[in-house]
Structures are given as C-alpha cells and as structure tokens.
C-alpha cells in the first residue's frame, strides 16, 4: 500500500465511525422517543436497542474498507447499540455480525447492492417479532459463535432513519422516520430530538393515512385549496403531541420551542411547506400556550386527549388549535 492510500484509508475510518456515531445518536432519540411513548402507540415492535447496518448499503467504492473496519463476517451486523437497552444488557456489542434474531435468519434477507433494502428488511423482520417474547440473538465476533437472549420491551413500531444529505429535511411516512444529517451538525440534540418528534407524531397519529382518507393528494398540489385546512390540522397535532412525547421520553418539551425558533429565524421557510403550514411564530405560541399543561402534571406518560381522536376523519378545523402570536 502507498503512503496516499494509507491516508486515504485513514480518512475513510473516520468517516465511518462518524456515520457510525451520527447512526447512534438518531438512534437513540428514535429509541427514547418509541419507548417512552409505547402507551401512547397502537402498533408496536419489540425494542431491542439495536443499530443495524448492511454491507451491501455502502456502495461499490468503499465496501471492502467497509468490511475491513467494520469487520463484517455476515451480511448484516450490529452498528451501534444504544446505550442503557436491552440489547446493552444483554451483551450484544457494535460490529457483532449477526446470523439469527429470535426466528429471523439473518443470511436470508435479501436486498439490491447499493442500497438500504436489506437493512430496511431486516428491520422489518425484526419488528414483527412477537413484542415481549425473549429474543434468542445468535451472531459472529472475532469469528467465535457467540448467543445472548434480549429481553426486548414494547416500543411504538417506526423506523428512524439518517438521510446523509448536507441539507435540512425530515418527514414521516407513517412508518418511518427520516431526518437529514445536517440537523445533526446544527442543531442541538434536544433540537435534533424535537423534530425527530414532531415526525414521529403525525406517525403516531396516523396523519398520513387520515389525509388520504379525506382525499389529499401528496406533491405539488398539497399546499392549495380544500387540502391546506387539513395539512394545516395534522402540522399543529403535531407539533402539540411533539411536546407530550418529548416530556415523556425526558426531553424538554421547550426543545420543541427552541428547534422552531431556531429554525424560523434561520429562514429555513423551504424545510416545510410554507403554504399549507402555519407561521412559525404562531406555532412558537401555540406551543407556548400548551407547555405549561405538560410541565404542571408530574406523572410520566402523559396521554394527551389528540391520540383518542387518531382513528377518528380529520374535521380541518385548524383554527381552534392555532394560538396568534
Ligand atoms: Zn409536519
């Protein structure tokens, strides 16, 4: 090897572990957020703790560096694992490979080279797994066999995922999660974790699917007409219940307020539809209006009165909901 491409290869460690150390701590937010909230939660997934990643997802350039330093001895392996989880306990460790979780058989997931759909399906298995049943864990380190049991415990069922673009962004999809990495470099991690939760919100209220039952069409459209007094319902129940989930998983509910200011005043008015969403000092003040309810009750959950209208049609009245500052 040359001295250029040992620096190079240097280089390349770095920024795996940085993706590795930007993977676990959306991570942990999404495992805060999904566990402390699990009352609040129709569908639910056993919460193991468990940061996974492929080899397959990195791309054809850096997959042998990849494999080398990560030391991939299976398709799929343990990331990360997040800090005080089950998995933690359990024993499992980050760049163990794994071969088996409770009936999945790890060898088996398939996916296209190049991209997340082995990781997502991987996922996916794992989260159908039954929600409170041990989950016997069978995996390579070092190249020993080693087993551990996961004693998992109910977490709402959604997936957080890291886009690594250097541009704001983040959305729901019902069930997932995905929040650009630049949020990451610039915002605070009680920031990162507010609008982690203010995603995680229109999953857990079904917003997605509720909008398509009133007959919202996503895309260019969606900002006009008939639809911006639902679009502007399901931002303000978000934005609401992202107070409640934040309190409950122990962050601050006035992060909510702190990621809003910071974001309006970065002039990120590109980030959200401007049209069909509120003014963001309006929600700064229907949020200043809502946290003094939260920060008055002690008791952990709480499970605010918007999650027993969830299986209910949106009504678009966003105005009762909307405080002017
Ligand atoms: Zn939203």
Redesign the pocket.
């Known amino acids: 090897m040359t001295a250029g491409a040992g620096a190079q290869s240097t280089e390349g460690n770095a920024q795996f572990e940085a993706l590795r150390a930007a993977d676990l701590k959306l991570a942990t937010i999404g495992w805060r957020l999904a566990t402390a909230n699990a009352p609040l939660c129709e569908r639910l997934e056993p919460g193991t703790g468990i940061q996974l990643h492929t080899l397959d997802q990195f791309d054809s350039a850096t997959r042998a560096q990849a494999q080398t330093h990560f030391g991939f001895a299976s398709p799929i392996a343990v990331e990360a694992i997040v800090s005080g989880s089950p998995a933690e306990r359990a024993g499992l460790r980050a760049d163990d490979s794994l071969i088996r979780v409770g009936s999945v058989d790890m060898r088996a997931i398939a996916g296209k080279a190049g991209t997340t759909e082995r990781l997502v399906a991987a996922q996916l298995a794992i989260a159908a797994l039954p929600t409170e049943a041990s989950i016997a864990v069978e995996a390579l380190r070092g190249g020993e066999a080693i087993r551990v049991t996961i004693e998992p415990v109910p977490a709402c069922k959604s997936r957080f995922e890291l886009e690594i673009i250097n541009s704001f962004g ?3 999809d019902g069930t997932m999660v995905q929040i650009s990495s630049r949020f990451l470099d610039d915002y605070s991690d009680d920031q990162v974790a507010a609008v982690t939760a ?2 995680f ?2 999953n857990v209220l079904h ?1 997605r699917d509720r909008l398509v039952a009133r007959g919202v069409d996503y895309g260019l459209l969606s900002g006009f007409g008939a639809n911006v007094k639902y679009f502007r319902q ?2 303000i129940q ?2 609401l219940l992202s107070a409640y989930l934040l309190a409950n998983a122990g962050y601050p509910p006035r992060a909510s307020i702190d990621f809003w200011r910071k974001y309006g005043s970065d002039g990120l008015i590109g980030l ?1 539809r401007s049209r069909s ?1 509120p003014h963001w000092r309006d929600r700064i003040a229907t949020l200043e209006a809502e946290i003094p309810k939260i920060e008055a009750q002690a008791a952990r959950p709480i499970v605010p009165a918007l999650i027993a209208e969830r299986s209910q049609p949106l009504s678009g009245d966003w105005q009762s909901l909307l405080v002017r500052r």
Request: aromatic content about 8%; charged content about 20%; overall charge negative.
């Open positions: 983040a959305s729901a203010h995603e919100a229109h917003h399901t931002e978000a934005d959200f969403h």
